[in-house]
């Protein structure tokens, strides 16, 4: 499974995006997850998205201001009221998992930056 991230941008705090992770394959036997990485600091799960029932989870920090989704071969991540910590690096990941652990996921996308920032 090849995953291809986008969405990523510039936007004032208290502002909106929506990340795109558009996959190769089917993703019915993956769990599939966000996660983000700022500068200095350790990889973490932002939400992850059953592709076998469209269960959803969500960090704590995250629960209510961001919203996973998926519609076929396209998992989106849809951020509203974003902070400034909000800032990083934000990957598409795709595994036999619905783990926190990054290092369950098997593919990866090749990430896109989002910066929060007035």
């Known amino acids: 499974v090849q995953l291809q991230a986008s969405g990523g941008g510039l936007v004032q705090p208290g502002g909106s995006l929506r990340l795109s992770c558009v996959a190769s394959g089917r993703l019915d036997h993956y769990g599939i997850g966000w996660f983000r990485q700022a500068p200095g600091k350790e990889r973490e799960r932002v939400s992850c998205i059953s592709g076998a029932d469209g269960s959803t989870y969500y960090s704590d920090s995250m629960e209510g201001r961001f919203t996973t989704s998926r519609e076929k071969n396209t998992v989106y991540l849809q951020m509203n009221s974003l902070k400034p910590e909000d800032t990083a690096f934000y990957y598409c990941?795709?595994?036999?998992?619905?783990?926190?652990?990054?290092?369950?996921?098997?593919?990866w996308g090749q990430g896109t930056q989002v910066t929060v920032s007035s």
């Open positions: 990941a795709a595994g036999p998992t619905l783990s926190t652990n990054a290092t369950s996921y098997w593919y």
